[in-house]
């Protein structure tokens, strides 16, 4: 999170640095295209804001779901990148579409809500590279431990749950090779001799406790899950009573009367911070900026924050969030202090060139082959 | 032919007369005939179905550049090697041939009473009605009988409910290989069964007579005659039964546990996640090799006969 700090105060020093006319970038929102393709996010295009959008811009919305940052990269890449207009990317999706040419730059300036962002995702150096702008910050939340209240007493405080035998076969935790940070960062509270500071930065001796930490999880697990549905349906059948989850989990469960609760457990947690992203190969250039702009305000901020149940990078919108459910903006930490927002591990991509200066951590294929191994 | 010669000499129908002429030409070269006649369905299996064949084993031969995961058409043995030196790879492809040969046996073992029942026993109205039941399933979504399994063995669902009334505890198949089991063995019946009541109800019932006539009991008699003789139409079945359980993947990805995958979850996770579709292509050739061995067994017992 230092590299956040840096790149953040950086942004700062130069605001808006090569913004304008002159770099290529549209300095004014056009007239829009009729369509707008999206990857999304389960829960991220909601017809209670995207049918107020087709009505003020004529823009027909047209989203596919995707369960896993992976899979969001796929799909921006699938048939030659032209399919899809926008994706809702988290932090380490991002970094692999930028560099991949998969997304193109931005100008900020056409969001009008750009500039009550919290400074910290204004210019975040998952979304923005030598000041240029490679989309718009979205929300922002933690992956969080959700339980049965139920049948799991007493409450629980830690991840240590997970991993222990107690609740044998009734365990979930998402099918996402990302999953291994969650895995890392318990073990660098619970075995702190492994020297792990950052759950994406793991060298093999501290990768291989974390694989090794998950193998003695396989047996206690129920099911990998790979869409929030997933989840959902295995705590309300029963099937299970405690797993690694998003709070969008929880708030639909809470809704169904699912005995059910979720916590930041005392070692932390690991999180997502999402833009959108538009395609280098958009076909509706000019929709997809309206939908930018759009979800960037303060009342669809607040709307998407509560459904979700995450943060929105947007300060106006805590108000509205209070108005639409009392207490919700204190909930899920609305206009948060930065040391809050430090505090949550943010999924990035895991590169073999990592902050120690010795090119030995593993990379993400490692990740990858690691979980395929994992879940043979 | 000689009717359409006499019309062939009425005067001013020229339009009859070509068409005539045609018939002619294809009655005195019977291979034009057959030409257009198979020619596009043969150009379809030719193109669609064989070219993308070809198309699959060549593109495993490639790899994929692991940053920008572009195609990289240099020729090696890469993603073969890694399926048989990866002890997770050789898991998968255990489990997926092991479960389809389980699903296979289990549908033979229900198919083979039923179909006997229907072929030789039931009256031709009961016959109608269970060949609807049979049949009716199959007017649903694949999805939605999935779906309605998970709802059955669900923790809290309808199988351990009646066990729970009954006092009998509780089971927990939920999410695990044996409910993928159990669903596949549903789905795929009806393909079973079809095969079966075919070849028993081909059996002459001169064979049978003779057999008790010679001294042989109901039991020897099924498995002396009945059995040898229904065998190629429950190897028909099995080629059903098995195939289908080897492509598919929507069921241990819906109904699966925490080691449920099969080679159709990472052919589809190669591709629809990784973006790696040589490797799937390289993996989605074990499945053909092994149906390829089967087919060729299956000739031997005489199973295209009984199709």
Not at chain 2, 114 to 124: E, I, K, N, Q, T
Not at chain 2, 198 to 227: K, N, W, Y
Request: hydrophobic share 45%; net charge positive; with cysteine.
């Amino acid at each position: 999170m230092h590299v956040l700090v840096a790149a953040m105060a950086a942004a700062l020093c130069v605001p808006a640095a090569g913004i304008g006319s002159g770099n290529g970038l549209p300095t004014t929102i056009g007239k829009g295209e009729g369509q707008l393709n999206l990857i999304a996010w389960e829960g991220y295009t909601q017809p209670q804001w995207v049918k107020p959008f087709e009505k003020a811009t004529g823009c027909q919305v047209h989203a596919k779901y995707a369960g896993s940052s992976d899979e969001m990269v796929t799909l921006m890449r699938q048939g030659g990148g032209t399919q899809y207009d926008g994706v809702s990317a988290s932090g380490d999706a991002s970094l692999r579409l930028i560099y991949g040419k998969d997304v193109q730059p931005v100008n900020p300036n056409l969001i009008p809500d750009f500039k009550n962002f919290i400074p910290a995702l204004q210019s975040p150096p998952h979304n923005t590279i030598g000041g240029v702008h490679y989309g718009i910050s979205l929300q922002w939340g933690p992956n969080t431990l959700l339980y049965n209240t139920k049948l799991v007493k007493p409450a629980p405080t830690s991840w240590s749950i997970i991993y222990s035998p107690k609740y044998k076969g009734k365990v979930t935790v998402p099918d996402n090779p990302i999953q291994i940070a969650d895995a890392a960062l318990y073990l660098s509270k619970a075995q702190p001799s492994l020297g792990i500071k950052d759950p994406y930065e793991l060298d093999q001796a501290q990768f291989n406790a974390a694989i090794n930490l998950l193998k003695q999880q396989k047996p206690l697990i129920k099911k990998y899950w790979a869409l929030a549905s997933d989840e959902i349906d295995l705590f309300k059948n029963g099937d299970a009573v405690v797993g690694a989850s998003w709070p969008y989990q929880t708030n639909t469960l809470k809704a169904d009367k699912v005995a059910v609760a979720d916590l930041i457990p005392k070692e932390g947690a690991t999180g997502w911070a999402d833009t959108w992203m538009m395609s280098a190969h958009a076909k509706h250039p000019n929709c997809m900026y309206k939908w930018m702009a759009w979800v960037s305000t303060p009342k669809v901020q607040a709307e998407q924050a509560i459904y979700f149940g995450e943060t929105p990078a947007n300060t106006k919108a805590c108000p509205i969030m209070n108005t639409l459910s009392p207490g919700s903006a204190a909930q899920y930490h609305c206009g948060a202090s930065a040391s809050y927002f430090d505090s949550i591990k943010f999924w990035k991509t895991p590169v073999a060139a990592c902050g120690n200066g010795k090119n030995d951590c593993m990379d993400y294929t490692a990740w990858q082959q690691a979980w395929t191994q994992l879940k043979s | 032919m000689a009717v359409r010669a006499a019309d062939l000499q009425t005067p001013g129908r020229p339009l009859r007369a070509a068409r005539l002429r045609l018939t002619g030409f294809f009655w005195s070269h019977p291979w034009t005939k057959a030409l257009l006649l198979l020619g596009p369905p043969l150009l379809a299996f030719g193109l669609v179905y064989l070219a993308s064949l070809v198309a699959l084993f060549v593109s495993s031969f490639w790899t994929v550049n692991p940053f920008t995961t572009e195609i990289e058409h240099a020729w090696n043995l890469g993603n073969f090697r890694t399926i048989f030196e990866s002890p997770a790879y050789r898991t998968i492809a255990f489990r997926t041939i092991g479960i389809a040969a389980a699903v296979t046996i289990t549908d033979a073992i229900l198919a083979f009473p039923l179909g006997y029942f229907m072929a030789r026993v039931a009256r031709p109205r009961t016959r109608a009605m269970l060949f609807v039941a049979v049949l009716l399933p199959l007017w649903s979504s694949y999805l939605i009988r999935v779906y309605i399994w998970r709802l059955i063995l669900d923790q809290d669902g309808i199988l351990n409910w009646t066990l729970g009334k009954l006092g009998l505890g509780s089971v927990g198949l939920a999410y695990s290989n044996w409910a993928v089991w159990i669903i596949f063995s549903y789905v795929w019946l009806p393909f079973m069964i079809l095969p079966v009541f075919g070849a028993l109800e081909r059996i002459p019932e001169s064979l049978l007579e003779a057999s008790r006539d010679l001294g042989a009991g109901g039991f020897q008699t099924l498995r002396r005659v009945v059995l040898p003789l229904a065998l190629p139409g429950v190897v028909a079945g099995s080629i059903f039964t098995f195939s289908l359980t080897l492509g598919d993947y929507v069921t241990p990805l819906l109904a699966g546990g925490a080691s449920s995958q099969f080679i159709g979850n990472v052919v589809y996770q190669s591709v629809g996640i990784s973006n790696n579709v040589p490797f799937a292509a390289a993996f989605a050739t074990i499945p053909l090799a092994v149906m390829a061995v089967y087919l060729l067994i299956a000739r031997k017992l005489g199973a295209f006969e009984a199709m």
